[in-house]
């Protein structure tokens, strides 16, 4: 990992004091009417850097350029609304294959969800060539673990543990690896929000993501040594057609 260092250009800083009101871990100090960064063990969030209307502020050790923006763009709240009432989980999928430049971007989608304290500990593992050895080790142990299954899952009763029981011949899987479940989840859900953006149906499989985490032999095949799969994204295009929302009970909320 590259070192990141916050630098403060002094001749460009203004001391309008909003990098030290948004800083989340009062790290900058006002001093003789400049910004001073008090230490760089922060969380390195670049708050600083981006609230800052000079450019006084900058962070080292990128690849990426910080993009110069007038105003937040902001997406359309009806047609938001109505891509969440009409999102289907698909387990029908047409046989096309998904590009690879799709797929960066459904990435990019879950690299910039923001992470607690930035701790930007998620990380992706993409299944498309390989994809029938990883399902075929998953459906041999859950052949074996039926009998338990059935019994703590009272909906697996009924569904047959067939060669594509995790993936649906899909074309592409994504595995959400992470220490922390909350910021896996956090950036699954943003993915999934770029894949059907896309045109692509996508379907959680917590079976496969548990069946990882009970298999040393699918770690070992995915050279898995650090942290969990949160999820797995199994992604394709829809060969289905749905034509009216699916009914849901109201909102539990309390107001204080």
């Not at 070192?3 to 990098?19: A, F, R, T, V, Y």
Request: one cysteine or more; glycine letters at 4%; hydrophobic letters at 40%.
């Amino acid at each position: 990992m590259k070192e990141h260092l916050i630098q403060i250009d002094k001749n460009l800083c203004i001391g309008c004091s909003q990098c030290i009101k948004d800083c989340p871990t009062n790290n900058i100090a006002l001093i003789n009417k400049k910004a001073h960064i008090k230490q760089q063990q922060c969380i390195q969030c670049g708050h600083c850097a981006a609230i800052c209307p000079k450019k006084a502020v900058t962070m080292t050790g990128f690849d990426e350029l910080s993009i110069e923006f007038k105003e937040k763009t902001t997406v359309d709240s009806h047609q938001l609304m109505q891509a969440l009432k009409t999102r289907r989980t698909i387990r029908q999928f047409k046989d096309q294959p998904i590009s690879d430049e799709v797929i960066q971007q459904i990435i990019e989608a879950g690299r910039l969800t923001p992470t607690s304290g930035n701790a930007q500990n998620v990380s992706y593992i993409v299944l498309k060539n390989n994809l029938k050895d990883f399902e075929k080790t998953a459906v041999r142990l859950f052949r074996h673990l039926l009998p338990l299954i059935k019994l703590v899952n009272v909906a697996a009763k009924e569904v047959p543990i067939d060669d594509d029981f995790f993936f649906k011949k899909a074309p592409a899987v994504i595995l959400v690896v992470s220490k922390s479940q909350i910021n896996g989840a956090l950036a699954a859900s943003n993915m999934a929000l770029m894949a059907e953006a896309h045109g692509l149906g996508v379907l959680y499989s917590g079976f496969f993501a548990m069946a990882v985490k009970y298999s040393p032999t699918l770690r070992k095949q995915l050279q898995l040594k650090n942290g969990q799969v949160v999820t797995a994204l199994v992604l394709g295009y829809p060969n289905v057609n749905y034509y009216r929302t699916a009914q849901k009970e109201e909102a539990i909320i309390r107001y204080f």
